[in-house]
């Protein structure tokens, strides 16, 4: 069977995909094109607009890592589109929706919502642009998963999971996180966990899937992974469980009082047993760290020089050199603010660029300490987060890159970089989310609460030997040793093209329709989001706008990006190609 006279194909209607769907049609009613385009639109969840991530189905203990401030600020609304006849109405900013204040006050501690919040506010703007098209007869909503791609002499043919094929003139992919091969410890795992009757929960998410009667306050559960993932999770295993944490009078502390549903031992663990760090308690704090707008306009000059000439650029070293001065000219802005120094803009700079190729080696005064306890570090971080400790360099470094990487995926969201300086790049944007994508303070709160509590254990976070043993797998760490009868993944794979496992990029692969970013990245793509072959054809019909394309557009992952230059873009490109 198949389902023919399609013009545009979009796949996955996340975020992105809402994003490109609305680009399209603003960017449509200003352009003179024979004939509005009709669209597919595929989306496997139930929820379009949203999809799995922002479902609004989560579970509530499931927060988002950007706070309603940022997302008021930047998460714009979308004007009303009028095409021939056709009338769309305009859809409400966050700010908007949410009904954020005008004036609001910046020693308010930020609020983060949760993830079903956001995918509430994802699916009805997205209702609202589809209902009208649907209506119209110009889109159709399809939940299905598309496994495969090919080009045509005229377009593309979409075959979907059961077998249905489609013919469009063209296809743009916004398909968000993919599943990937398992790594070799949780393949082995698996069987373990088949062979003994254990419960391993290799994804993840969705989160709400502990929430679970097989779990008891018996059960000792391990987390592999101390970041974002494992404090979603462990707050699935707490608050999801009827547990409870309640603040501290004047001390940025909470207190967790556990249900008796609740597992009362918890285990994280990592390779390097480092924590998350928190952002900034709210607007006044944060606002340290922001560096001046002189020092962001030289930022961005100095990455424009870099992007014209990129036959010249072989490794991250400009960016490295222009985020250490920016780095140290806003630490010596802090004053006493800032862990004391006597040491220059220049020498700051200097030790500021060795942070970043060297984190886990450099050992100095102002920066804070890799060999103190992983609970010493937490209330540290916390303790700066809230204005209530000196800051150390590598917290005030974390802070600059959030503000570094706004520029990046709002001014430079196209590199046409060498692989190897890409492959550099990310490396040092991806060891940055340490503390450029830290977790609310209230995550950090949470942790620290845990371990008070003697549920959260961290004598084993720092790269323990791990046995399988017939009751479930044994931690060994200084002479200690723990057995878990529950293990959870917390890891969630960043994106490497030819680690993904899903039948779509399988076949694209196997087409040689893409050309990866080397082996450690996603795939080359044009500037506006079509996709280089294997053989170097720049001409395909099918585009990629999201995580996969990692290697030549930064800021893949970032939501308010999601509405930003990729997509417009694209639009624009799809909208040349009508005319001609």
Not at 88 to 115: C, L, M, V
Not at 504 to 528: F, R, W
Request: proline letters at 6%.
């Amino acid at each position: 069977m198949t389902k023919k006279n399609q013009s545009i194909a979009i796949v996955g209607i996340g975020p992105r995909g809402l994003a490109a769907l609305e680009a399209l049609f603003l960017a449509l009613q200003d352009a003179a094109v024979p004939k509005i385009p009709k669209l597919l639109l595929f989306e496997a969840s139930a929820h379009f607009g949203a999809g799995q991530i922002w479902s609004p189905e989560q579970v509530a203990t499931n927060l988002s890592n950007i706070h309603e401030r940022h997302l008021a600020n930047g998460l714009a609304g979308r004007p009303e589109i009028r095409l021939d006849g056709l009338y769309i109405p305009a859809f409400q900013s966050y700010r908007e929706w949410i009904n954020y204040p005008e004036n609001h006050d910046p020693q308010e501690k930020d609020h983060f919502p949760s993830r079903s919040k956001i995918g509430a506010y994802l699916n009805a703007r997205f209702e609202s642009i589809a209902r009208v098209l649907a209506d119209a007869g110009l889109a159709e909503c399809l939940q299905k998963a598309i496994v495969s791609v090919q080009t045509t002499a005229t377009g593309c043919l979409l075959t979907d999971a059961e077998g249905t094929q489609y013919e469009v003139a063209e296809t743009v992919l916004t398909i968000g996180h993919q599943p990937v091969y398992d790594s070799d410890q949780l393949q082995s795992w698996e069987t373990h966990a088949r062979e003994h009757e254990l419960l391993l929960y290799k994804d993840p998410y969705p989160v709400g899937a502990l929430e679970t009667e097989a779990i008891t306050p018996e059960t000792l559960v391990a987390m592999r992974g101390f970041g974002l993932s494992m404090v979603d999770q462990m707050r699935a295993l707490t608050l999801g469980f009827g547990g409870s944490f309640t603040e501290i009078p004047d001390a940025d502390r909470f207190q967790y009082a556990a249900s008796e549903q609740a597992p009362k031992t918890l285990i994280a663990f990592s390779l390097d047993g480092l924590p998350p760090a928190p952002k900034p308690k709210n607007a006044k704090i944060d606002a340290w760290f922001e560096p001046s707008a002189e020092s962001m306009l030289r930022f961005k000059t100095q990455i424009e020089e870099a992007n014209q000439h990129p036959d010249q650029i072989n490794d991250a070293s400009f960016l490295i050199e222009a985020l250490g001065e920016m780095t140290a000219s806003v630490y010596l802005n802090l004053k006493t603010k800032a862990r004391p120094t006597t040491l220059d803009r220049h020498e700051l700079a200097k030790l500021t660029e060795s942070l970043i190729r060297q984190p886990k080696k450099l050992q100095h005064e102002l920066l804070l300490s890799h060999d103190i306890p992983a609970i010493e570090a937490l209330n540290a971080l916390l303790d700066m987060a809230c204005g209530r400790e000196k800051i150390s360099l590598d917290y005030c470094l974390g802070q600059v890159w959030r503000y570094a990487l706004g520029i990046l995926y709002h001014e430079f969201t196209h590199f046409d970089f060498e692989d190897a300086a890409m492959v550099d790049m990310v490396k040092y944007i991806e060891a940055s989310k340490r503390y450029s994508y830290g977790p609310p303070i209230a995550s950090v709160q949470q942790l620290i609460a845990l371990v008070e509590a003697g549920v959260l254990q961290l004598d084993f976070v720092d790269n323990p030997q791990i046995e399988e043993v017939p009751s479930g797998w044994k931690l060994h760490k200084n002479g200690k040793s723990v057995t878990a009868d529950v293990m959870v993944n917390s890891v969630v794979d960043p994106p490497q093209l030819l680690k993904v496992s899903s039948p779509l990029i399988q076949n694209l692969i196997a087409d040689k329709k893409v050309s990866p970013v080397n082996y450690k990245l996603g795939l080359h793509t044009l500037e506006d989001g079509r996709i280089v072959s294997k053989a170097g054809n720049t001409h395909q019909l099918i585009a990629l706008l999201g995580r996969l394309a990692k290697g030549s557009v930064i800021g893949v992952d970032d939501l308010i990006e999601c509405f930003g230059k990729p997509a417009n873009k694209w639009a624009a490109g799809v909208l040349s190609r009508m005319r001609n």
